[in-house]
């Protein structure tokens, strides 16, 4: 019988088989190869094994068998060798992503790697991937992050960037975080926004999905019983898989994936895959998530210790200040009463004493010295009572115009005057009214005298958010700022600006009242003194 097939004869020249091209010229002296690799799909062959089964042969039956149960192996371990290919591929990826989610505790960055993970060619290649977040203290599935192309243009150019770089994932992922990761969120907005259900809606697909937690693929979805037309339009596709992500039996989120582009079918083996994916990233989000939290609370808990700690030096100053204010107390009653006596019958005998008697200039210097003396015991006094303040709503006018009133004489025996402007209607301020008058008359006479031309005392006030502001300027001095708050210490001194407790005493009167006051010393132009009042109660911790 002559075959067709060259399948007989042991060498063959070039041209005698049809699937032999070039490359293959090892096969032209191999039968055994060439009968495995090109006669059992050879139509040659075929053609001779028909003829060969129409004879009485008894082995022609047999052959037939023999070669379509080859054919059928054959294929089927390409299909295998196919199939471990991919995994192959697979797992590759999977363990690529394993190693960021694993690591990371950024929710930003698990997020970049899990949806660049599932859009990109050398990943999942969806077209387009939207992260959902279930928020339990709101009760909310809400959407949170988007990426893709929402048109042909975009996706073309989006796959020329990548096919030109050629990054891997891990670099496609921080590129996206470090240059797209806004752009992207911003870009999705609208449909980000819609993208909120009520953890309690199980009616609706995607709460199906994930209170099953299995992934669900939605075909014909603007027909499909299940979901609802504002959800299918507000996607814009026919196809989309629904992905849960659980973690520990804790609803972390969702992925809603589609081709919304290319619009290639989903099949189960995508279904599998990016269930096999789900679960670290569950995982990883959960986790990230936690982190930020607990970063949160450790702040919450740091800023906690350090008002602890503030509240605890306070208590013990306010203790410190509170055995000096009773120190002093007592010291200055028992002063105050033999100083008023000797001051009184100073100033009786000054008043009985001619203006040619020689011991009146010694009178003079005992009821000046007195004077002096009832204003460091005032000041003592005062800082006693400063521990204890006593607030009530007050007006800001009153409380100035009695202030200059009370110091008018003084301030005209030092060759001063003053002015005071003020806006209509300024709120009441909550202050206790007899410190802030003491404040006001202090800083207004200090122990500062006049050095310029300019004498004058500018007093103003205004409102300015929760506040009323009291600014001072005294032209007549200027002083570096050091010395200016070397003063507000009590008992210090400078050679220029005095000692005693003056300004001293207001700054803690004032702290005690949790009331802003400043002193700045500006060159060329003096020293301006801030007072800010607050215009209502504050809150009790």
């Known amino acids: 019988m002559n075959w067709e097939c060259c399948w007989d004869r042991d060498v063959i020249e ?23 690799e090109k006669c059992c799909d050879c139509e040659n062959l075929r053609r001779d094994l028909d003829r060969f ?26 299909s295998l060798v196919s199939f471990l290919d991919s995994k192959t591929l697979e797992i590759r990826f999977i363990h690529e992503l394993g190693v960021v ?7 930003e960055e698990v997020l970049s790697v899990a949806l660049t993970a599932i859009t990109a060619g050398k990943g999942f290649g969806m077209n387009r991937a939207f992260l959902l977040m279930a928020d339990r203290e709101a009760g909310l599935l809400k959407g949170y992050l988007a990426i893709g192309p929402r048109n ?29 990761l806004s752009a992207e969120r911003a870009k999705f907005h609208d449909i980000l926004e819609q993208l909120t259900v009520p953890l309690s809606e199980h009616d609706h697909i995607a709460i199906k ?27 814009g596709v026919d196809s989309f898989l629904l992905m849960p992500l659980v973690s520990r039996n804790r609803r972390v989120g969702l992925i809603i994936a589609d081709n919304c582009i290319t619009h290639r079918r989903i099949t189960d083996e995508d279904m599998h895959s990016l269930e096999t994916f789900s679960f670290p990233v569950a995982f990883a ?15 919450r808990v740091t800023e906690a210790g350090k008002k602890l700690k503030e509240q605890q ?3 013990v100053r306010m203790e410190n200040m509170a055995l000096v204010g009773r120190i002093t107390s007592t010291v200055a009653h028992s002063v105050r009463n033999p100083l008023m006596i000797i001051g009184g019958f100073a100033r009786s005998m000054l008043k009985n004493s001619p203006a040619s008697d020689p011991k009146r200039d010694f009178i003079e210097s005992i009821v000046s010295e007195t004077q002096q003396l009832e204003v460091v015991l005032d000041e003592i006094l005062n800082y006693s009572d400063s521990l204890y303040p006593t607030r009530d709503f007050w007006d800001v006018n009153q409380l100035v115009e009695t202030a200059l009133r009370d110091v008018s004489d003084v301030l005209i025996e030092r060759g001063y005057s003053s002015r005071y402007s003020s806006v209509p209607d300024l709120p009441p301020v909550y202050i206790d009214f007899k410190q802030l008058s003491y404040c006001l008359r202090t800083v207004i006479l200090s122990d500062i005298v006049g050095m310029g031309d300019d004498r004058t005392i500018a007093v103003s006030s205004q409102h300015s958010g929760d506040y009323v502001v009291i600014r001072i300027v005294d032209h007549s001095r200027n002083v570096p700022q050091a010395d200016l708050d070397h003063i507000m210490v009590p008992f210090s001194e400078t050679r220029e ?45």
């Open 497 to 541: 600006l005095g000692s005693g407790l003056g300004l001293a005493l207001c700054k803690t009167m004032l702290e005690k009242q949790n009331i802003p006051f400043d002193a700045l010393a500006v060159p060329e132009k003096g020293i301006i003194y801030t007072i800010k009042l607050p215009t209502h109660k504050e809150e009790k911790q």
């Open 209 to 235: 999905a994930l209170d099953s937690k299995h992934p669900i693929l939605v075909e014909d979805a603007f027909h499909h019983p299940e979901v609802s037309p504002g959800f299918a339009a507000l996607l």
């Open 285 to 299: 989000i959960e986790r990230a998530s936690l982190y930020d939290k607990l970063q949160i609370e450790l702040n």
């Open 313 to 315: 030096e306070l208590i």
């Open 152 to 180: 042909l243009t975009e996706a073309s150019q989006t796959w020329s960037e990548i096919l030109c770089n050629d990054m891997d994932l891990q670099t496609l992922a921080q590129n996206f975080r470090n240059n797209k």
């Open 101 to 107: 989610l694993q690591s990371s505790v950024d929710l």
């Open 53 to 78: 089964s129409d004879s009485d042969h008894p082995l022609a039956p047999v052959f037939n068998i023999v070669h379509s149960e080859f054919l059928r192996q054959k294929n089927q371990i390409h």
């Open 14 to 36: 070039m041209g005698d088989c049809p699937n032999i091209h070039e490359g293959d010229e090892d096969l032209l002296v191999s039968k055994r190869r060439r009968v495995l």
